[in-house]
């Protein structure tokens, strides 16, 4: 068979074909080029980072026949031999196939004699953290003093289940997962060599699928060049992967933007038809609304691709509150979407709590909009009445009832209007101005609503307040108390108090004396009336005294407590 599967084709064969691992290569050089050689290394990192291609480099520098060196030459029979896996002094083992004591020690039988070939005898371990207890303690005294000529790599996706005692042996490098940006100019590097046609969306579709792994992003690029005829597309991409594009999930917020249920959930089953993975459909939303959240925060730095409209559109249409309730609703989603009957039914209810929840600064917003008076009182003038003879008479004339029979008011004669405006006088309250001096407070009440947490509300909770002028609230602090006075939680106490008020206050605090009543003592003293009130009932409790002296039993000091709020409210 002479096609080779690119992850092995495109393996690195130099320091310098290592992606994303810059902070190993440039110490494992350095070692190289100073002759600072440890005797043991290990290789940590998940799967597909280079672990094992950055072994059998470091056993090429090692042996190649130019001498030791951080480039290999490639061409003597060495490098050639490793790159085939055909040389006799790079010993590869599969601790996960290897795991028992036996095999360890039939392989340390050999460590002590010279290489047969190269410089240096070089073992490579794969998944080391599967030997068994017995073979990491077989391997110990040899990994701490080995001979001059041997070489151990250990390498391993789970570094926590190593021994402490084999950690301290060895020469630690922690790999680290690609990022996408990395895996994409990879794999353009790669295609661009094979002469294979490809789209940006198809190997970002591909990277993001890939997790940081190099090898599993080049095992999908075989995938999708074979589903695509030797072309990758991003249509190819998604049907291997089974997601959906990105115009697919921009459609699916704009229905939600709109409040199309209808809409939506019409997506949602067309979506089940075509046969998406509904877990890789929720993390396409939350991706989305992330960089569309950029967009409206720092639109400098917002990705621009083909879809960059789609989103600049929502972006103006959705406001900040409601991009992140629809990303704060999707990560909850795709928590509970495991519990979810069918991944369907988790991805629907996550929409549709979408279409049901808005923001809750924004319906405060309305509502105190609507709800609060304007401040008409101060563009008001104090209404003087007009207390003239005749107006006063007039009012007086068309707001009494005509009960007079009309005969007897013909012999009548009209009386003269009273222009005396005593009764008008004495139903009226004289306009006396608003009082201005600020509310006393109720320190107690007031304190829960402050939203207070940790050390400043404990601060607090032990403050007396003792004077409040309408701009500055002066409290005192009980003297045992005096350590949690700090800066911190002074500022903090009066950012609250500010945003309690709607204005700027000034908060001081003295410290007072001792036995204030303060709202921790005062709780503290209801907690022990409470107690004594339970302790009395008790022990006017003829049943129970009764059931004490049947069974020549006490009660235990400090046994008795008051119920909970909770507990009285079942």
Same mark, same amino acid.
């Given at each position: 068979m002479t096609h080779q599967v690119l992850a092995r084709k495109w393996r690195p064969r130099t320091f310098a074909d290592v992606s994303g691992q810059k902070h190993v290569v440039r110490a494992l050089s350095n070692a190289l080029i100073q002759e600072r050689l440890h005797h043991a290394y290990l290789l940590t990192?998940?799967?597909?980072?280079?672990?094992?291609?950055?072994?059998?480099?470091?056993?090429?520098?090692?042996?190649?026949?130019k001498g030791l060196t951080h480039e290999p030459c490639l061409v003597c029979s060495t490098c050639q031999a490793i790159e085939k896996n055909e040389f006799i002094d790079l010993i590869e083992i599969d601790a996960a196939s290897r795991s028992r004591v036996e095999d360890t020690r039939d392989l340390l039988d050999n460590v002590q004699y010279m290489p047969t070939i190269g410089r240096y005898k070089v073992y490579l371990i794969d998944e080391v953290h599967m030997l068994s207890n017995h073979s990491f303690n077989a391997l110990l005294k040899t990994l701490e003093e080995p001979p001059a000529h041997v070489v151990f790599i250990l390498a391993t996706t789970d570094p926590d289940r190593l021994p402490v005692t084999v950690l301290s042996r060895c020469l630690?490098?922690?790999?680290?997962?690609?990022?996408?940006?990395?895996?994409?100019?990879?794999?353009?590097?790669?295609?661009?060599?094979?002469?294979?046609?490809? *789209?940006?969306?198809?190997?970002?579709?591909?990277?993001?699928?890939?997790?940081?792994?190099?090898?599993?992003?080049?095992?999908?690029?075989?995938?999708?060049?074979?589903?695509?005829?030797?072309?990758? *597309?991003?249509?190819?991409?998604?049907?291997?992967?089974?997601?959906?594009? *990105?115009?697919?999930?921009?459609?699916?917020?704009?229905?939600?933007?709109?409040?199309?249920?209808k809409h939506t959930l019409e997506i949602i089953q067309r979506w089940l038809s075509e046969g998406f993975d509904f877990e890789l459909a929720l993390d396409a939303v939350i991706n989305n609304l992330h960089q569309i959240s950029v967009l409206q925060l720092i639109p400098d730095i917002a990705e621009l691709d083909s879809c960059h409209s789609l989103r600049q559109s929502l972006a103006e249409q959705l406001t900040k509150e409601q991009v992140q309730l629809y990303y704060q609703i999707a990560l909850y989603g795709k928590r509970d979407?495991?519990?979810?009957?069918?991944?369907?039914?988790?991805?629907e209810m996550t929409v549709l709590r979408m279409l049901a929840f808005f923001p809750a600064e924004k319906i405060e917003g309305n509502f105190k909009s609507a709800t609060t008076p304007k401040p008409v009182a101060e563009n008001l003038k104090p209404v003087i009445p007009d207390t003239t003879p005749a107006l006063i008479a007039e009012n007086l004339k068309s707001a009494a009832p005509d009960t007079t029979p009309a005969p007897i008011a013909t012999n009548l004669k009209p009386a003269a209007p009273d222009t005396t405006p005593a009764p008008i006088a004495a139903n009226l309250k004289p306009i006396v101005p608003a009082d201005t001096s600020p509310t006393p407070l109720d320190w107690v009440t007031l304190l829960p609503q402050l939203g207070l947490q940790g050390a400043t509300k404990v601060l607090a909770q032990y403050c007396h307040l003792k004077e409040y002028?309408?701009?500055?609230?002066?409290?005192?602090?009980?003297?045992?108390?005096?350590?949690?006075? *700090?800066?911190?939680?002074?500022?903090?106490?009066?950012?609250?108090?500010?945003?309690?008020?709607?204005?700027t206050v000034c908060v001081r605090i003295e410290i007072g004396q001792s036995g204030l009543p303060c709202p921790a003592n005062l709780a503290h003293q209801q907690n022990l009336a409470t107690l004594n009130q339970a302790e009395l009932s008790l022990s006017n409790d003829q049943s129970l005294q009764s059931l004490l002296k049947q069974l020549n039993a006490d009660i235990e000091p400090g046994s008795i407590l008051p119920k909970s709020r909770e507990e009285k409210s079942q």
């Amino acid at each position: 068979m002479t096609h080779q599967v690119l992850a092995r084709k495109w393996r690195p064969r130099t320091f310098a074909d290592v992606s994303g691992q810059k902070h190993v290569v440039r110490a494992l050089s350095n070692a190289l080029i100073q002759e600072r050689l440890h005797h043991a290394y290990l290789l940590t990192g998940t799967r597909g980072v280079g672990k094992t291609s950055l072994a059998r480099i470091l056993a090429k520098c090692l042996n190649c026949e130019k001498g030791l060196t951080h480039e290999p030459c490639l061409v003597c029979s060495t490098c050639q031999a490793i790159e085939k896996n055909e040389f006799i002094d790079l010993i590869e083992i599969d601790a996960a196939s290897r795991s028992r004591v036996e095999d360890t020690r039939d392989l340390l039988d050999n460590v002590q004699y010279m290489p047969t070939i190269g410089r240096y005898k070089v073992y490579l371990i794969d998944e080391v953290h599967m030997l068994s207890n017995h073979s990491f303690n077989a391997l110990l005294k040899t990994l701490e003093e080995p001979p001059a000529h041997v070489v151990f790599i250990l390498a391993t996706t789970d570094p926590d289940r190593l021994p402490v005692t084999v950690l301290s042996r060895c020469l630690q490098f922690q790999l680290k997962a690609m990022t996408s940006e990395q895996i994409i100019q990879r794999l353009t590097t790669i295609l661009q060599s094979e002469n294979l046609a490809f *789209t940006n969306a198809a190997l970002a579709t591909i990277a993001d699928a890939a997790q940081g792994s190099m090898r599993d992003a080049l095992s999908l690029l075989d995938q999708v060049i074979a589903l695509g005829s030797g072309e990758v *597309t991003e249509q190819a991409s998604l049907d291997l992967l089974g997601g959906m594009s *990105t115009q697919a999930v921009l459609a699916l917020l704009q229905a939600l933007a709109n409040n199309e249920g209808k809409h939506t959930l019409e997506i949602i089953q067309r979506w089940l038809s075509e046969g998406f993975d509904f877990e890789l459909a929720l993390d396409a939303v939350i991706n989305n609304l992330h960089q569309i959240s950029v967009l409206q925060l720092i639109p400098d730095i917002a990705e621009l691709d083909s879809c960059h409209s789609l989103r600049q559109s929502l972006a103006e249409q959705l406001t900040k509150e409601q991009v992140q309730l629809y990303y704060q609703i999707a990560l909850y989603g795709k928590r509970d979407l495991p519990y979810a009957p069918t991944p369907r039914l988790g991805f629907e209810m996550t929409v549709l709590r979408m279409l049901a929840f808005f923001p809750a600064e924004k319906i405060e917003g309305n509502f105190k909009s609507a709800t609060t008076p304007k401040p008409v009182a101060e563009n008001l003038k104090p209404v003087i009445p007009d207390t003239t003879p005749a107006l006063i008479a007039e009012n007086l004339k068309s707001a009494a009832p005509d009960t007079t029979p009309a005969p007897i008011a013909t012999n009548l004669k009209p009386a003269a209007p009273d222009t005396t405006p005593a009764p008008i006088a004495a139903n009226l309250k004289p306009i006396v101005p608003a009082d201005t001096s600020p509310t006393p407070l109720d320190w107690v009440t007031l304190l829960p609503q402050l939203g207070l947490q940790g050390a400043t509300k404990v601060l607090a909770q032990y403050c007396h307040l003792k004077e409040y002028d309408g701009s500055t609230v002066t409290f005192e602090l009980d003297p045992k108390q005096g350590p949690l006075l *700090t800066s911190i939680s002074q500022e903090k106490l009066t950012t609250a108090m500010s945003r309690y008020f709607e204005k700027t206050v000034c908060v001081r605090i003295e410290i007072g004396q001792s036995g204030l009543p303060c709202p921790a003592n005062l709780a503290h003293q209801q907690n022990l009336a409470t107690l004594n009130q339970a302790e009395l009932s008790l022990s006017n409790d003829q049943s129970l005294q009764s059931l004490l002296k049947q069974l020549n039993a006490d009660i235990e000091p400090g046994s008795i407590l008051p119920k909970s709020r909770e507990e009285k409210s079942q």
